[in-house]
């Protein structure tokens, strides 16, 4: 199948700085695709290039087969919500949702019926005749959104559309544009530095990193097996745990962690061959404690250090043998500081990266 959009050697500098490196990316039809990575690390810039807000310094892009790299905005099919709502003022919510239909002369018919499928599914009824300063932050970022939706495009763009709004906000408004997606089934690209949308939306995530795709893959691959250290340590909240070791690849692979032997028999290998200095990581959710560790196929011993009370889990700071370690309890579980606890985890589990290109072996 022909993908939604296709990126080609795509390339953006900005004088000497490379924002973007040689990007080649397909989106399937309908795919939820999230833009995901730390400031600067060229997610925005390359939406704005697939909006035709940027223009690229090599490389094509194309959308539903069509080239249009150097095409205007509105000659692309698509419909694009920004981090600011950037609703006039002076107009409802329905002037708002008309006021493209209209400037594309576009017959009154076919704008109400436009409108009326967007207010339905945006659940925007009820507000079609406020004007934005009568709205809640939630509700303005559905006009924002709805006024994209009107436009009845193949693809949509969406550049961190929640970042303006307070906790409650975005949990809410993720689990409609979720649903929206579902409805609608178009191709759309999400732009986020919150890791948590990114898991809970995506079809895949293109996670990036000066202006590169460090990995592309669904969201299970993406945490279950992060193809580098980078990747490994940007997932997660707290992320992995890291234990610098060597890998002893003989017949029977293992590495040593606080003077312990650890068998990685179970351990699926990325490169079966590979042998010396590596990272060793392991999750803070996959770690167990108490009889659940004394039955894992390796325990330690550790001291807690600082306790994290946080409702329906506790978080707990330690160390084993000199290295950071954090992991995760129920929150039923009485923990202090100074408790001696016993934890243990499955290698099979783990992530293991070379030391020197810091990729997963």
Request: charge should be negative; aromatic fraction near 6%.
């Amino acid at each position: 199948m022909q993908p939604s959009v296709s990126i080609q050697n795509l390339k953006l500098d900005f004088g000497n700085v490379s924002v973007l490196r040689e990007l080649n990316l397909d989106i399937g039809q309908g795919e939820f695709l999230v833009l995901l990575g730390s400031s600067g690390c060229g997610k925005s810039t390359l939406l704005n290039c697939i909006a035709g807000l940027l223009e690229p310094t090599e490389g094509s892009i194309h959308i539903n087969g069509h080239n249009v790299t150097w095409a205007e905005p509105s000659d692309r099919g698509i419909g694009m919500v920004f981090q600011s709502y950037a609703l006039y003022p002076q107009m409802t919510v329905e002037g708002n949702l008309t006021f493209g239909l209209k400037n594309a002369k576009m017959p009154k018919d076919e704008i109400k019926k436009r409108v009326a499928r967007a207010a339905e599914v945006l659940q925007l009824e009820p507000l079609l005749k406020r004007k934005p300063a009568a709205l809640s932050g939630g509700q303005r970022q559905r006009v924002a959104i709805g006024r994209a939706l009107v436009r009845d495009v193949d693809v949509f763009l969406f550049d961190e559309p929640l970042s303006n709004l307070d906790a409650k906000l975005r949990a809410d408004l993720r689990v409609e544009i979720k649903r929206l997606h579902q409805t609608l089934q178009n191709t759309m690209i999400y732009v986020t530095h919150d890791q948590v949308e990114a898991m809970t939306l995506a079809d895949r995530i293109a996670i990036m990193k000066g202006g590169v795709v460090m990995q592309l893959d669904t969201p299970s691959v993406i945490y279950n097996k992060p193809a580098n250290k980078y990747v490994a340590d940007f997932i997660g909240s707290p992320s992995m745990n890291f234990f610098d070791t060597k890998l002893e690849n003989t017949a029977s692979p293992s590495v040593t962690i606080a003077g312990k032997s650890i068998s990685l028999a179970e351990y699926e290998f990325a490169r079966s061959d590979f042998s010396g200095e590596v990272w060793f990581g392991i999750r803070p959710e996959h770690i167990v404690i108490g009889e659940a560790a004394d039955a894992s196929l390796v325990s330690f011993e550790v001291r807690a250090e600082l306790v994290e009370p946080m409702g329906s889990e506790t978080l707990v700071w330690s160390s084993l043998d000199g290295t950071p370690i954090r992991f995760r309890v129920e929150g039923q579980v009485p923990v202090v500081s100074n408790d001696v606890i016993r934890i243990g985890f499955d290698p099979a589990r783990a992530s293991l990266f070379d030391k020197v290109e810091e990729l997963r072996v």
